[in-house]
């Protein structure tokens, strides 16, 4: 921010005419006597640190101001001060938090800004009278009082009583959980194993032609990720929950956007487009909270429920830090927002939704354990319903108490599983936010009229479709013969021909799969049926059919079950075509469906790795 102090005998300013930023609502005509003018610049640079550099302008003014012993200050925008300037809305939310803060302590008046204005003052002419200041943000900053926020943590059984820490920090995935969350080791470290698994099973890979981070969705991969949304929105639908699709990036000016923001902290994607300070979205808030803004909404259509997949939500993780699935730069998070009528409506969608977030867990074969935080007064108000989300989750959670708010959220829950190495991977989450609907200004109406800011859940019923992938590769390494949840394979079937002359037949079977809604393939490669069989193995099919002369003689089929099978020792079952498919699509159950994404033939498949 650039400032020119004068010290002047008087001002009289009269706005004449706007401009395109114009600032609605301002004095557009007025004058001050013994005053301190104050004329600023608000530059683009001072965007990265709002509150520091109005700390920093206001301690400026307090100072010469104090030296000149006057009692007048006049705050006067002036654009020709600097050829850098911030976004207009930003400059006024500067500009009006200089006034707030040095009223305080002097009579401040504030001329409007982004109009065209005429004015006359009379400089006192002594040396102290003229003065120019540039502040920097970050400099001489006054340094941020650390929070003294205290954490309480504590376990909680489903009978409802209060257990010590310290009986919890086991080898369990709850002890993993505990042992983390109070920050304590919990592993040697190491890579996880799902980075290995990722690319061997040609699912997905780094792209080095992108920012650390970015991954590249080879087919199989790119099938799981699809059915993985497909899932969620199986799920949000009948709940009641509304699709949309917004932005990826805003502007920061937008003053709502940009407190947002800086609350969530440093790891953001920033960058200019043309003189604009923009971001990219870390979460679907934005966009979602930005279409409630602009609606009428009534009563009547709440819980209301806005859904998005936000392919992609940025986030500027510390380069050693990314790794693998599980700690992305770009990830797609299915994230919804429920709009409630009060407290009482927000408190039972959080159950709800919270039950969702135990279920994915089970539909996808990863275990789940569980911490919920809140504050000390929503502890003290809502003990009882505390113990109902410990009772109805069937299993101890960890009990996180905050002496105060220091987030939007006043109550939260945060499923994770447990990698290879003991590590959580966080994945689902709700959360009650208390502060958003204010400040996006977010409102419905009573009867008599009265405006209402209401409670907003957020939660991920999944958390990031990566990091579920993640959990689902890392389940595997307990499995003594590691596979997919059928639903979820990108080869359910594989039709493995003994000979050439049965490959008609072998093929003819997948085919038939395949309109059975069944993901089937066929090895027609020129190999041996024992080095097809290995490779159906490598690539985890759950079911792999032999086709050979007693198969085409007597059309019973012989399918090697691999959720059955043990190490080394297969488990076959004889069975008619009708037969097998009905045991795969039992298998499937009501999990979405999608067609093979890779050719039917094995012998057209590319390698992609
Ligand atoms: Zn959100």
């Keep these: 921010m650039r400032l020119l102090l004068i010290h002047s005998d008087f001002i009289e300013y009269e706005a004449k005419k706007k401009t395109r930023m114009a600032e609605e609502g301002a004095v557009l005509k007025d004058s001050q006597k013994e005053t301190l003018i104050v004329f600023c610049a608000v530059e683009s640079v001072d965007e990265d640190d709002i509150n520091g550099v109005v700390a920093q302008a206001a301690d400026e003014v307090r100072k010469t101001a104090g030296q000149l012993a006057v009692k007048n200050v006049m705050l006067y925008p002036y654009a020709h001060l600097s050829s850098d300037l ?52 970050g400099e001489g900053a006054p340094i941020k009082v650390k929070s003294s926020v205290t954490h309480e943590f504590f376990v909680m059984t489903p009978d409802g009583k209060r257990h010590d820490v310290s009986g919890y920090k086991d080898k369990t995935p709850f002890g993993c959980l505990v042992r983390k969350e109070l920050g304590e080791q919990t592993s040697a470290g190491g ?149 409630c009528t009060d407290m009482p409506e927000a408190l039972k969608c959080f159950e709800e939704q919270l039950a969702m977030g135990w279920k994915t867990g089970e539909d996808f074969g990863t275990e789940l354990v569980g911490v919920f935080r809140c504050t000390g007064d929503f502890y003290a108000e809502h003990e009882g319903w505390v113990k109902k989300v410990v009772a109805d989750s069937g299993m101890p959670l960890l009990i996180e108490i905050l002496s105060d708010r220091v987030h939007y959220w006043i109550a939260k829950i945060d499923l994770a599983a447990i990698d290879g190495q003991g590590r959580p991977i966080e994945n689902p989450t709700v959360q009650i936010d208390v502060e958003s609907s204010a400040r996006f200004d977010i409102k ?96 985890w099919v759950p079911y792999v059919i032999v086709v050979g002369d007693a198969e085409v003689e007597s059309g019973k089929l012989t399918v090697t079950i691999r959720k059955e099978s043990a190490k080394d020792k297969p488990h076959k079952v004889t069975l008619t075509e009708p037969e097998v498919i009905d045991v795969i699509r039992q298998d499937i159950g009501s999990m979405p469906y999608r067609p093979l994404y890779t050719p039917r033939k094995l012998s057209k498949k590319a390698r992609y790795i």
């Design 86 to 137: 911030a976004n207009p809305d930003v400059a006024i939310s500067v500009l009006q938090a200089l006034e707030r803060e040095l009223n305080v302590d002097f009579d401040v008046k504030r001329a409007p800004f982004g109009w065209y204005k005429s004015f006359s003052l009379s400089c006192k002419g002594h040396p102290l009278s003229e003065l120019s200041k540039t502040i920097v943000p």
């Design 191 to 339: 890579e996880p194993i799902h980075v290995e698994l990722m690319r061997s099973k040609e699912l997905v890979d780094y792209e080095p032609a992108s920012d650390v981070g970015h991954l590249r969705w080879l087919p199989r991969g790119k099938l799981i990720r699809d059915l993985l949304a497909d899932y969620v929105l199986q799920m949000i639908l009948p709940y009641g929950g509304t699709p949309v699709e917004t932005p990826v990036m805003y502007d920061l000016g937008d003053r709502a956007i940009y407190e947002h923001a800086d609350k969530f902290g440093e790891r953001q994607y920033r960058f200019k487009s043309g003189n604009r300070n923009m971001m990219l979205r870390f979460a679907a808030c934005f966009g979602m909270f930005s279409i409630m803004r602009d609606m009428h909404i009534s009563p009547n259509s709440l819980p209301m429920k806005m859904y998005e997949l936000s392919t992609y939500s940025f986030r500027h993780e510390q380069k050693g830090e990314v790794i693998g699935l599980k700690r992305l730069r770009a990830f797609t998070m299915p994230d919804m927002h429920s709009l």
């Design 444 to 539: 419905y109406h009573l009867m008599d009229g009265t405006e209402v800011h209401p409670p907003i859940l957020h939660c991920s019923p999944t958390g990031s479709v990566e990091r579920v992938i993640c959990a689902i590769l890392e389940s595997t390494a307990s499995m003594e013969v590691p596979m997919l949840p059928v639903w979820l394979s990108p080869s359910q079937a594989r039709v493995v021909p003994v000979a050439e002359r049965h490959l008609p037949f072998a093929a003819d079977i997948a085919e038939r799969l395949n309109q059975a809604f069944i993901r089937a393939d066929v090895d027609d490669r020129d190999e041996s049926v024992g080095k097809k069989i290995r490779e159906s193995a490598m690539d």
